[in-house]
């Protein structure tokens, strides 16, 4: 959104359409839409295209300090299936699209739209989930949500923006290049 108002306030003549998905369909809007910009997890890379890594995103395996899992030690895959997992849903709705490949795979599960909706279900109380670290440090550092006591309860990735290799970016592209590249830099640290 800085990048849109940057846009907004050098007053360059574009017409912008921000459309927002998750995992297997990020990539499947961008080739779709045939847009020229996407930020994503996961795609398929292909020699028209450009990738540009951005900085590491930290994720933290979290509940709310009132769930169950919050008092267990060393939990287990097992004692994780016994509760409600909360993620993010694949937009892309394609058969073959890729499984999450940090879902672990139980039968209670709760798929949610964004980060937004899944802090507040975790708050909530209603299960479990992965989280950016960045997004909920003060709910950490108060002690309403806690790390669940898993082995691998700490993972982080590496976002990418991508972007046409046979189409010039323009001004516009290059303005939104620049600050999501500064933005991320911010939020990863």
């Not at 574009?14 to 795609?43: C, H, P, S, W």
């Not at 995103?57 to 509760?83: F, G, R, W």
């Not at 972007?163 to 939020?187: D, Q, T």
Request: with cysteine; aromatic share 8%; proline share 5%.
């Amino acid at each position: 959104m800085r990048a849109m108002k940057a846009l907004a306030e050098k007053e360059i003549p574009t017409k912008i359409q921000i459309k927002v998905e998750a995992l297997g369909g990020v990539q499947m809007r961008f080739d779709q839409d045939e847009a020229n910009m996407m930020l994503v997890v996961d795609y398929t890379p292909s020699p028209k295209l450009n990738a540009i890594p951005l900085p590491e995103v930290p994720m933290i395996l979290v509940t709310s300090k009132d769930h169950c899992l919050a008092q267990q030690k060393e939990v287990d895959l097992n004692q994780l299936l016994n509760y409600v997992e909360l993620t993010i849903h694949d937009t892309s709705e394609l058969p073959t699209s890729k499984r999450d490949s940090l879902q672990f795979g139980g039968d209670k599960v709760f798929y949610l739209h964004g980060f937004d909706s899944k802090k507040t279900c975790l708050l909530m109380g209603l299960g479990y989930g992965w989280m950016p670290l960045s997004l909920i440090e003060t709910e950490l550092a108060c002690g309403e949500l806690v790390e669940v006591d898993y082995t691998n309860s700490r993972h982080a990735f590496t976002p990418k923006l991508v972007y046409s290799a046979e189409l010039p970016l323009g001004k516009a592209g290059e303005l939104i290049l620049n600050e999501v590249i500064s933005e991320f830099e911010a939020f990863s640290h």
